[in-house]
């Protein structure tokens, strides 16, 4: 006799639950625009730490960060609480990031290089390891809190706007408000204030907290819903890593994960030279650099936006690939008209609002693009339950996240090979570089930028998983727990 599938009651997140989901990416992005954009300046040229030394120890940390992903991802898959899988983590996790947050821009002043190196060092590894501890069971729950194809992708844009925004509003405030506040008579530049950086401190640390607590109180009422670890086994070694291949040996994850290395090594090289074309190739001022940051904001919401309505009519990977392409060849399109002498001359309002706009509109795409994919590996789930038995979430994100960090230096590696190429001088002022090692830059980058984006987009077009599918693997994981529950009782 045939069991029939008694189709689950669609779960609707509230508003609320969504809010509160994505406001704990909050934390991430703060994290990530101090470690970005400032940590390397404060060290070397306001402590004054020698570059290298400041190079060495973000470095070593990153390999720490990566190490630790798959292993608490794996952890969290399988913890068994009353608090169920993921919010153990959460909750744990908030007070130390925020308290090594603060103490990593208040380093001791009378301290010997050695001894500022080892402190940067050890607060690093903490800091990355716990916000990992965070950051990877958060960033499970996406699959756990909707089983919807189209309602996860609207999940993951509440996700990403408020960790765009929230990072990018940090490096605003600084530019804008606290470096020109703090800037004196012996300092004239507040860059370089040791005061400027004890604020980021107080402020980033007291956000992260709020950020990671609300995140974590406000999806506490979906625990009960939530999906339970799978079943106690023996967990050696061998079979833990045993597990971790066999849930991964999924040939669209593997399609993800080249990807997302590609992915990697673009993004590295495109942040590695982000300055050297504002500066030198566009000859844009602090402030209109200050501006084209500032229009993170209105990309970020264009990605919300924009998220869930191509997976509605487009499907993921389909629409991430369409974004995909009007966004990678539409990066290096103002860098490509300058090169065929389209464009006017730099110092033409017209340059800065092109590259403005065509930024904003391009930087929006990107996170609509970031918010498919982290959907696509979501939907991977499911799937990877049906063939094991277990459900994997912090396995399946912990694995994105790790290649992205192995590699990210990949691309800082490409970045040194265009300018080399070039013959870009190092330490150079702008008027001190040539036209021709200026336009070099360019030259040598499209084609390169282009290359790595392109072949992403032809690796996802591997990936197979799509609404039907989906929704075909829902209906067998019901039929599979019916059969279960049918033969224990």
């Known amino acids: 006799m045939e069991l029939e599938v008694k189709v689950e009651e669609e779960r609707k997140l509230p508003l609320g639950v969504k809010v509160a989901y994505g406001l704990g990416s909050v934390a991430y992005g703060v994290k990530n625009n101090g470690f970005d954009y400032f940590l390397l300046l404060f060290y070397s040229q306001v402590i004054g730490l020698d570059a290298r030394l400041v190079g060495v120890a973000i470095t070593t940390a990153l390999v720490f960060d990566a190490i630790s992903d798959p292993i608490i991802g794996y952890w969290s898959d399988n913890v068994r609480s009353k608090l169920g899988r993921r919010h153990p983590f959460m909750y744990v996790s908030a007070l130390p990031v925020a308290l090594s947050y603060f103490f990593l821009w208040n380093p001791p002043a009378d301290w010997s290089d050695t001894g500022v190196f080892w402190y940067l060092l050890v607060l690093a590894v903490f800091i990355r390891t716990f916000i990992t501890l965070y950051e990877t069971p958060s960033s499970a729950l996406t699959p756990e809190l909707s089983d919807d194809y189209t309602e996860r992708s609207s999940l993951l844009s509440?996700?990403?706007?408020?960790?765009?925004?929230?990072?990018?509003?940090?490096?605003?405030?600084?530019?804008?408000?606290?470096?020109p506040a703090l800037a004196t008579a012996t300092i004239p530049d507040g860059r370089f204030n040791r005061d400027s950086y004890e604020i980021l401190g107080i402020i980033g640390s007291v956000l992260i907290f709020i950020s990671i607590m609300v995140s974590a109180i406000g999806t506490h009422s979906q625990i009960p819903f939530l999906r339970s670890p799978p079943p106690q086994r023996q967990m050696t070694l061998a079979n833990i890593f045993k597990e971790i291949f066999e849930t991964l040996a999924n040939k669209s994850f593997l399609a993800l994960f080249g990807a997302a290395l590609l992915g990697a090594i673009a993004s590295g090289l495109a942040s590695a030279l982000a300055f050297y074309f504002y500066t030198y190739f566009w000859g844009f001022t602090s402030i209109e650099t200050g501006i084209i940051t500032m229009g993170v904001f209105i990309a970020a919401l264009i990605g919300f936006v924009l998220a869930p309505i191509v997976t509605k009519h487009f499907g993921k990977r389909n629409g991430a690939m369409g974004i995909g392409l009007l966004a990678f060849i539409g990066a290096p399109l103002p860098v490509f008209l300058r090169l065929i002498d389209v464009l006017p001359a730099n110092g033409e309002p017209f340059v800065f609002w092109f590259v403005f706009a065509t930024g904003v509109v391009d930087v929006g795409l990107i996170i609509c693009f970031g918010i498919l994919f982290a959907s696509m590996t979501a939907d991977l789930v499911e799937q990877s339950e049906l063939k094991t038995g277990r459900r994997s979430e912090g396995v399946f994100f912990s694995s994105v996240t790790f290649v992205r960090k192995t590699v990210q230096g990949l691309g800082l590696l490409a970045a040194s090979f265009v300018l080399a190429l070039a013959e870009f001088p190092?330490?150079?002022?702008?008027?001190e570089v040539t036209d021709e090692s200026i336009w070099l830059l360019g030259a040598y980058y499209v084609p390169t930028i282009l290359t790595l984006w392109l072949g992403m987009i032809a690796v996802i077009s591997l990936y197979k998983v799509d609404e039907n599918?989906?929704?075909?693997?829902?209906?067998?994981?019901?039929?599979?727990?019916?059969?279960?529950?049918?033969?224990?009782?």
């Open 158 to 179: 509440f996700r990403y706007y408020f960790g765009w925004t929230g990072g990018n509003a940090m490096t605003v405030m600084m530019f804008f408000f606290i470096f």
């Open 426 to 431: 190092a330490g150079a002022a702008v008027d």
């Open 469 to 489: 599918s989906h929704a075909e693997t829902l209906k067998a994981l019901q039929l599979k727990r019916q059969e279960e529950a049918a033969s224990e009782a």
